[in-house]
């Protein structure tokens, strides 16, 4: 059981990014897949999540620039932020909710940096 | 609120131990037995120490336990170990289906 995230690298403030989530071992049919981020030297952060039922959850905290979605084959899923500033610079990591709404499968993170 | 309340740092001797306190209100950690506990080295990405408040996943020490009174929540880390120094955080599911994490925690092994 895995969890890849790619998509991460530099962006300039005001575009918009892509990261994608990759699983291996599972589909996410019985899960609700989340996000999370983690600003340099911060604590963690709460993005949101996707039902199996496409149905979505976000941190009422964000302004409305994210954006979760799953492809067809559920076994990826993926985070866009749009008009992205330096704040959203961050690790990014995916995680699968297991029981009780503990994350008990994370992935490795990426990196996005935003800057001009 | 933002984000649950945890203490920025705590510390001990090896084989001692220490309890990290967690504290949210009645829409989060007091409502709901859905509070989960990670640990988080530097650089590397969280794992799940414990969740549904006192549940420990497969392949986790019995050194961590947790446990809920009210509004706050602990985890208590016995026989403290070199190993254990690390970044700790709580999250309690919220009203209306969001998450919330708690402040982190960093604990020193002395």
């Known amino acids: 059981v895995q969890l890849v995230e790619s998509g991460g690298g530099l962006v300039q403030p005001g575009r918009s990014l892509r990261l994608s989530c990759a699983a291996s071992?599972?589909?996410?049919?019985?899960?609700?897949m989340n996000w999370v981020r983690q600003a340099p030297g911060k604590g963690l952060e709460w993005i949101g999540y996707?039902?199996?039922?496409?149905?979505?959850y976000y941190n009422p905290s964000l302004k409305s620039r994210f954006s979760i979605s799953v492809d067809m084959s559920k076994t990826q899923f993926s985070l866009q932020v749009n008009s992205v500033t330096a704040a959203d610079t961050a690790v990014y990591y995916c995680?699968?909710?297991?029981?009780?709404?503990?994350?008990?499968?994370w992935g490795l993170g990426t990196t996005v940096t935003v800057s001009s | 609120q933002s984000a649950l309340t945890q203490p920025a740092s705590v510390s001990g001797a090896p084989g001692q131990s220490i309890t990290i306190s967690c504290t949210g209100t009645?829409?989060?950690?007091?409502?709901?037995?859905?509070v989960s506990w990670y640990q988080q080295h530097p650089g590397k990405a969280p794992k799940l120490l414990i969740y549904?408040?006192?549940n420990r996943p497969s392949g986790i020490s019995n050194r961590f336990s947790g446990s809920k009174s009210g509004n706050t929540a602990s985890l208590t880390i016995s026989g403290l170990q070199a190993e254990d120094e690390a970044d700790y955080y709580c999250?309690?599911?919220?009203?209306?289906?969001?998450?919330?994490f708690g402040t982190g925690t960093a604990v020193t092994v002395l």
């Open positions: 995680a699968r909710r297991g029981g009780f709404h503990g994350l008990d499968v």
């Open positions: 071992g599972f589909t996410f049919d019985d899960y609700a």
């Open positions: 996707i039902y199996e039922n496409g149905n979505t």
């Open positions: 009645n829409s989060d950690v007091g409502g709901y037995n859905y």
């Open positions: 549904g408040v006192s």
């Open positions: 999250s309690s599911y919220r009203s209306f289906n969001t998450l919330l």
